[in-house]
Nanobody, 124 residues
Framework: VQLVESGGGLVQPGGSLTLSCAAS????????MYWVRQRPGKDREGLAV????????AYADSVKGRFTISPGNASNTVSLQMDSLKPEDTAMYYC???????????????????WGQGTQVTVS
């Protein structure tokens, strides 16, 4: 099983960035796909979740209206479009997968079945 994030980088406040997660080694359509972030000194925070099969989504209040989770252009990928970025969005962003739908405000590593290594987003 592998989840590989890409697309992180440095962006100015108010800017946009799109993250991508490429999944392999499991039945992508049978899993809920998550984006989670960890800001410096904070717990991991669930941001968004997507059910590929039905295009069902949910968002944390902190990013609702600014971030959009969607299937990626390539097969077995999921994207996170981030708009109107703020300095407080600076974090390591992770892709995760789980058979259950549970978007948590505080996420322990064991909460989801599979995790990527993360991609750094800096808003400054």
């Amino acid at each position: 099983v592998q989840l590989v994030e890409s697309g992180g980088g440095l962006v100015q406040p108010g800017g946009s960035l799109t993250l991508s997660c490429a999944a392999s080694g499991f039945t992508f359509s049978s899993y809920w796909m998550y984006w989670v972030r960890q800001r410096p000194g904070k717990d991991r925070e669930g941001l968004a979740v997507l059910w590929i099969g039905g295009a069902t989504t949910a968002y944390a209040d902190s990013v609702k209206g600014r971030f959009t989770i969607s299937p990626g252009n390539a097969s077995n990928t999921v994207s996170l479009q981030m708009d109107s970025l703020k300095p407080e969005d600076t974090a390591m962003y992770y892709c995760a997968a789980d058979r259950m739908a549970c978007l948590r405000s505080s996420v322990q590593v064991g909460a989801y079945n599979y995790w990527g290594q993360g991609t750094q987003v800096t808003v400054s």
